[in-house]
């Protein structure tokens, strides 16, 4: 499942806000294409919300279940991913970013023993910008609400903003999996993500000046 610049066109031209200790420039997305078997099937519904500046992507395709079936030869994984290529422009020149964390929120619902697996990957441009893996069980759930947050490691900075203020492009690829407990009785515990809601993704990026200004060609 992809969808290309066409499908995404009433993102395009959104600006990424940055903080007051940030530089000074308003970053846009330029061109923005997502695949995988957890992307959404169209554009409608697929920015929910803003935080710090920067989109919450709805994932309504994102639902995971894991049946408690009798069948020994069932599956006890339940895994979907979605890959998103970003390209922003009007960034600030002379400046690099990194990805400081990537977010997943929404409804899920953990019988004991089933654990939800949580994983992201990041490049920038073409250099692999670190990545995180975290585990949830029932306990770590508020009631149905799930959020967890990956702190993105180790630290790896763009290239640089050049003058025409194109960002290296940013990829992040989220996977979300239901891992179910293989019981003596031949079932596995159940377990559900998204169910009839959306998950919310959100990353942060991090911006700091060029070790070297760069000078402006005449």
């Known amino acids: 499942m992809a969808l290309n610049l066409l499908s995404l066109a009433p993102l395009l031209g959104y600006a990424f806000a940055l903080p007051q200790s940030q530089p000074s420039a308003s970053p846009n997305i330029q061109n923005l294409a ?4 957890g992307c959404p099937l169209g554009a409608a519904g697929l920015m929910s919300g803003v935080r710090n500046g920067t989109p919450i992507f709805s994932f309504s395709e994102w639902g995971l279940v894991l049946p408690n079936v009798d069948d020994p030869e069932s599956e006890t994984t339940a895994s979907k991913f979605c890959t998103e290529e970003i390209t922003l422009n009007n960034g600030p020149v002379g400046f690099q970013l990194r990805i400081e964390t990537v977010t997943v929120g929404g409804w899920a619902e953990l019988e004991e023993g089933t654990k939800l697996v949580v994983e992201a990957e990041t ?3 073409d250099v692999v910008a670190g990545g995180q893996t975290t585990r949830v069980t029932s306990g770590d759930l508020k009631g149905n609400d799930l959020e967890v947050s990956l702190d993105i490691l180790p630290f790896v900075y763009s290239a640089c903003v050049d003058e025409s203020g194109t ?9 979300v999996s239901l891992v179910g407990e293989k019981r003596a009785d031949g079932t596995v ?5 998204g169910g009839a809601k959306a998950l919310g993704v959100h990353f942060s990026p ?10 402006k060609t005449i």
């Open 167 to 175: 960002v290296p492009k940013i990829v992040i690829k989220t996977t």
């Open 189 to 193: 515990s159940k377990g559900v993500v």
């Open 34 to 37: 997502m695949w995988g078997t």
């Open 206 to 215: 991090v911006w700091r000046p060029c070790a070297r200004p760069m000078a």
């Open 123 to 125: 490049k920038l441009g």
